[in-house]
């Protein structure tokens, strides 16, 4: 159970995000989630979008030079309130599991925080937080969000 995220390698120069938002927003992309790690002299952008524009998406970052690809990671609910986040990230050190990044997805008052995981063995990440009963999100639950 996985969602895609879109991972764009970018050049960490000034206006280099804003050009990078204009390619999406030209062709009527709406970015749901974004995240920045960076270096001195590049970036790893990663944005989760619904799932029927993914496809466009690429076209258009593709097209306007941008190196990118499709990942899939894993959207874990968490209980809202303070260690709800601790809670998970016992879970998988528990279970031998490395984060290789983290970053919040949405909130919603009926269903808590979402977080979006890249775990060392994805699969097994998922069965493992499935059996701690985490609740693991799919692509459509997560675009419904």
Known sequence: MFIKQISVFLENKPGAMREL???L???GIDIREISI???QAFGIVRIILRSEVIDQAMALLKGAGYTARINHVICAEIVDKPNGLCELLTVIEKENLSVEYIYSF???PERGATMILRLSEQDRACK???EYGVRVLTQEEADAL
């Open 21 to 23: 938002t204009a390619v």
């Open 37 to 39: 790690a960076d270096t």
């Open 25 to 27: 927003g030209s062709g």
């Open 128 to 130: 493992v937080l499935k």
């Open 106 to 108: 949405r909130r919603t």
